[in-house]
């Protein structure tokens, strides 16, 4: 069954810890995302990868970092640089032809 | 940057009535595309227009879309409890798929 994991659900920080949240996909698709998502509002994109060991910024990339060692892997790390971390995370994937994403189930980050 | 903006931002109607939701956006796209959101979890993809194109169907679904106008708009006949949800447009500029670009979403509820 083909999709993206995301993990953990739920994730609490602590104020100037550095957290890293997982998304794996096994749809073998070249493009990952990930998105943040405040309540109320629509998705802004923090980092995008078209192929491995490359990625670009995204409209809200201060604060964030990613990896994409991996085909299948594209981990975010939420800085303490990120002065306003509290949000839900949404990780994508795409095959890279401009078709529609397949989006994770999400990873809620509080700090705390 | 948000370039989407789906109108209203909250509809309630009966179950077994017809749903419209509308969607504005700002520069040249490839295609839009339309995703749904039950609360708490990931985006799920509906339908996909491609710029060439006027009219979609899919299932229930409905989609039209007006490049000369800059507008989008979803409509879902005889609506379902089940179809309760956030709604969000996203276009895709295309040209190096540099992410989708979301609305803040229409809040739709389905009075039983």
């Known amino acids: 069954d083909g999709g993206i994991t995301q993990s953990p659900k739920y994730l609490f920080r602590k104020e100037g810890q550095n957290v890293t949240l997982s998304c794996e996909q096994n749809l073998n698709h070249d493009a990952m995302y990930w998105y943040r998502q405040d309540p109320g509002q629509g998705l802004r994109l923090i980092y995008y990868s078209q192929i491995v060991n490359d990625f670009q910024k995204g409209d809200i990339a201060e604060g964030y970092s990613v990896s994409r060692e991996k085909k299948e892997s594209f981990p975010l790390t939420v800085t303490s640089a990120q002065k306003n971390p509290t949000a839900f995370y949404l990780c994508?994937?795409?095959?890279?032809?401009?078709?529609?994403?397949?989006f994770g189930s999400g990873t809620r980050l509080t700090v705390v | 940057s948000q370039q989407g903006e789906e109108d209203p931002q909250a509809l309630s109607i009966q179950e077994g009535e017809n749903a419209t939701m509308n969607c504005s956006y700002k520069t040249s796209i490839n295609n839009l595309q339309w995703y749904r959101q039950n609360s708490g979890r990931g985006l799920v993809h509906l339908i996909l227009?491609?710029?060439?194109?006027r009219e979609k169907h899919s299932g229930r679904l409905r989609v039209t879309l007006d490049t000369s106008k800059k507008s989008s708009s979803l409509l879902i006949t005889a609506s379902r409890a089940a179809d309760t949800a956030s709604y969000f447009c996203a276009t895709d500029r295309g040209g190096g798929a540099d992410g989708l670009t979301f609305g803040k979403g229409t809040h739709l509820i389905i009075q039983p």
């Open positions: 994508a994937a795409e095959s890279g032809t401009g078709g529609s994403y397949t």
């Open positions: 227009i491609r710029s060439n194109e």
